[in-house]
């Protein structure tokens, strides 16, 4: 499923950096993928094999209804191909690749308590000795992280947690 999500969020990219939209599509992605993760009934309903592909279009057509062309051509594609489940997918994956292609990375950090505006000062600033690229940061607050944070920026990731050094030391001492 992820790899159909990144070949249609690619396609669509493809397209809208054609029509230089992709910033107008970028847009649409970033409020279809925030609308599907903040509406359960949304999700629901947009999993739901019963309900027909053409049903679905219609309702994104109609929740959607300041969307791109384009991007209500991949709702027309996905009602085609009954894919509606990876729409979510598909949005998440257009963002990283629309970013990507702008040079900017995005930066999970990982907290047990949200980050203070000082924190991701410092954060940022010790990301940019790390990349060069442009970085945003997300932060996910993880209470079971006990403390310290989580770092992953693309496939690298640093893990400064309390409950990572909690299980280094339980490895150490089992063995």
Do not use: H, W
Not at 21 to 31: K, R, T, Y
Not at 145 to 150: D, S, T
Request: no cysteine; hydrophobic share 45%.
């Amino acid at each position: 499923m992820a790899r159909a999500a990144i070949r249609y969020a690619q396609a669509v990219l493809d397209i809208a950096l054609a029509n230089n939209n992709a910033s107008d599509v970028n847009g649409d992605m970033e409020l279809i993928a925030s609308t599907v993760k903040n509406n359960t009934e949304l999700a629901t309903f947009l999993l739901n094999p019963v309900i027909s592909a053409q049903v679905k279009e219609n309702a994104l057509n109609e929740i959607f209804a300041s969307a791109t062309t384009g991007t209500k051509r991949l709702f027309q594609l996905l009602t085609s191909n009954q894919r509606f489940e990876i729409l979510p997918a598909i949005a998440e994956k257009y963002t990283a690749l629309y970013d990507e292609s702008r040079g900017v990375q995005n930066a999970i950090v990982t907290t047990a308590v949200p980050m203070s505006t000082e924190l991701e000062a410092k954060v940022l600033e010790k990301i940019k000795e790390i990349s060069s690229k442009k970085i945003t940061i997300q932060n996910v607050v993880d209470p079971s992280i006990i403390g310290g944070f989580i770092l992953r920026i693309g496939d690298t990731q640093y893990n400064a947690s309390i409950e990572n050094k909690i299980q280094r030391l339980k490895r150490e001492f089992s063995n």
